[in-house]
């Protein structure tokens, strides 16, 4: 999509790399990244709850959605980061989170999207930074539904909580070293 005047160009990717609140976390302090929304895609039930998605039947993934300027992060910075910080090659678990709705998949809204992706995950499997195959599927892009607002920022508001300090700290850490420069702090 393109805008006139002062407005950047932004184009919107999903993405789902087990719980939400991990990549949201990190793309939130991404250089041109202007918003990471958790929520839910890829599922059969029409507005979901959380409580849904963790039953593993409605076929949802957790993602996030992040809207982001070509010009400052270009989709391959973005997935480059994705794949950095989580486990591709497990299929439907992330850590000690499994099912169907901790898969990894990226979602994409367009077709050039889809062959930036499909390239991306071919670089990264040749690579060989990760031992195993990568199973991360993907997607066209479904409807999104945004997860409650106690989702949003979670980690920004939860940071004393075990499972942030042993689960996201780790993967917001892994990101401040690997991609330092492409670091902002966060602010909402």
């Known amino acids: 999509m393109s805008y006139s005047g002062s407005m950047a160009q932004t184009e919107v990717i999903t993405l789902g790399g087990g719980c939400f609140w991990c990549l949201e976390a990190v793309f939130k302090q991404m250089k041109g990244v202007s918003g990471a929304v958790s929520g839910y895609m890829g599922g059969h039930v029409d507005n979901p709850t959380y409580k849904d998605v963790c039953m593993g039947t409605t076929g949802h993934a957790e993602v996030v959605q992040v809207t982001f300027d070509p010009a400052m992060a270009s989709l391959s910075d973005i997935l480059h980061v994705f794949f950095t ?3 591709p090659t497990t299929l439907n678990r992330q850590g000690n989170d499994s099912g169907t709705q901790y898969r990894s998949a990226i979602y994409f809204h367009s077709p050039e999207q889809e062959a930036v992706s499909r390239e991306v995950m071919h ?6 930074i990760w031992d195993g195959m990568v199973v991360t599927e993907i997607t066209a892009a479904e409807h999104f539904y945004p997860a409650e607002n106690y989702h949003q920022d979670y980690y920004f508001n939860n940071g004393y909580q075990p499972y942030c300090q042993f689960v996201v700290a780790p993967k917001v850490r892994k990101f401040r070293e690997k991609f330092a420069d492409r670091f902002i702090p966060f602010s909402s």
């Open 123 to 128: 670089e990264i499997e040749r690579s060989g």
């Open 85 to 87: 910080i989580h486990d």
